[in-house]
């Protein structure tokens, strides 16, 4: 495996989120390997989750003498456990499929049936809200990291590459702008590693400076929403601060990620007109704009109008004849059911995404590059941070 390749693919775990088939290769030439058994990654993921959990609920001096429990959330404490096993340890190869599934697959089911405990309108708005801010974002961002690339001698198309993942989820954002442009394999190899290595140190510390500004759930969620890269990031910053501020960043992040398609499209038609003008007449290839839509978005609004107009309903089980336990009926409320298979799901994902970051792929990231993301995303949060302040949520 080339260094460019070994650069992209540490980063590529957090872009299943998006809605863009991750069967894009920078090697196009390459197949997919058939799926191996799950078994043993699942085992892993399961082991953290547990343990993750149990953290959570540790009575740890001093905080016994007021909240009665130390207040980091455990979907922190299942992204840091699963980086300190995965750095610490290398696991077998073995475990590799199980723990890309619970990224793949557990994430978009926990945000689906998060839907079940949340009010349809109450998303309608905030999403109203978010696609009205990303917008903006999303114009701020791509002048920035152009200005940015063109001060430091960088690529102009590194510099589109970084805007668009800055502005609206990370390396997906990228991976499907990239043949629109036709950038070359490096500029996608840095802006990919950059934004997701930003995207991480930003969910670590956005907890921490809402803490210390005192900031409201939802401000926090909307900040988070728009200010992280990539989904995974956005849903375990959220859910670190409190589980109002983790549903808000959800809606935001998901409104903002509706953009990927018509951003891309306008980008696309910005450079054939470009290539027109210099009298080349080839095009990039093309790209199936519907498909980036994700899907479980659906599901995830599906469940919300479920919940609004009350169609999930409470069963009872009732037993009149049970052979050990005797008669007794036993309620069960599936909204708050599928709140905590939800919760669950979440947190064994984020295990995933801490089991996948390798701290010595990630200094593999180009300084320039990076610098010329952090200012840019820096930038990018405080603007936000200072229109929530502003419109006072």
């Given amino acids: 495996m080339s260094k460019a390749e070994t650069d992209y693919s540490w980063a590529q775990y957090l872009d299943y989120m998006e809605g863009v088939p991750m069967v894009v290769r920078l090697q196009p030439t390459m197949r997919e390997e058939?799926?191996?058994?799950?078994?043993?990654?699942?085992?892993?993921?399961?082991?953290?989750?547990?343990?993750?959990?149990?953290?959570?609920?540790?009575?740890?001096?001093?905080?016994?003498?007021?909240?009665?429990?130390?207040?980091?959330?455990?979907?922190?404490?299942?992204?840091?456990?699963?980086?300190?096993?995965?750095?610490?340890?290398?696991?077998?190869?073995?475990?590799?499929?199980?723990?890309?599934?619970?990224?793949?697959?557990?994430?978009?089911?926990?945000?689906?049936?998060?839907?079940?405990?949340?009010?349809?309108?109450d998303i309608v708005r905030v999403g109203l809200m978010g696609i009205l801010l990303s917008v903006i974002e999303i114009i701020v961002a791509l002048y920035l990291l152009l200005y940015l690339t063109r001060r430091m001698n960088l690529p102009p198309k590194l510099g589109t590459l970084l805007g668009v993942g800055t502005a609206i989820c990370g390396g997906t954002a990228i991976i499907a702008t990239a043949p629109v442009i036709e950038a070359e394999e490096k500029d996608v190899v840095f802006s990919v590693a950059t934004v997701t290595l930003l995207g991480l140190l930003a969910m670590f510390t956005m907890p921490l400076v809402g803490s210390f500004l005192h900031l409201s759930s939802k401000a926090f969620g909307v900040w988070v929403g728009l200010a992280i890269h990539q989904t995974p990031q956005v849903v375990a910053s959220g859910f670190a601060y409190s589980p109002e501020a983790g549903e808000t960043a959800t809606i935001t992040k998901l409104a903002r990620v509706c953009l990927l398609a018509p951003v891309v499209f306008v980008l696309g038609v910005i450079h054939v007109r470009d290539k027109y003008r210099r009298g080349d007449t080839t095009v990039g290839r093309k790209i199936n704009y519907l498909g980036m839509f994700p899907k479980f978005v659906l599901g995830f609004l599906g469940m919300a109008l479920l919940r609004t107009l009350g169609l999930i309903p409470d069963l009872t089980i009732h037993l009149t004849q049970a052979v050990l336990l005797g008669r007794f009926d036993y309620s069960v409320n599936l909204a708050n059911f599928a709140q905590e298979i939800s919760k669950v799901c979440i947190i064994a994902s984020m295990v995933g995404v801490g089991l996948e970051t390798r701290f010595s792929a990630m200094r593999q990231t180009g300084l320039r590059p990076f610098l010329a993301g952090l200012f840019g995303a820096t930038v990018i949060a405080v603007m936000v941070l200072g229109a929530v302040t502003f419109l006072r949520l």
């Fill in 34 to 121: 058939k799926p191996e058994w799950l078994g043993w990654g699942v085992v892993v993921v399961g082991i953290l989750t547990a343990l993750a959990i149990w953290l959570s609920e540790l009575q740890v001096w001093p905080f016994t003498l007021k909240a009665g429990k130390h207040p980091i959330e455990p979907v922190m404490l299942a992204i840091i456990t699963g980086m300190l096993v995965s750095n610490l340890w290398t696991l077998p190869n073995s475990c590799s499929p199980g723990i890309k599934f619970s990224i793949k697959k557990l994430l978009p089911l926990g945000i689906i049936l998060l839907g079940a405990r949340l009010n349809f309108f």
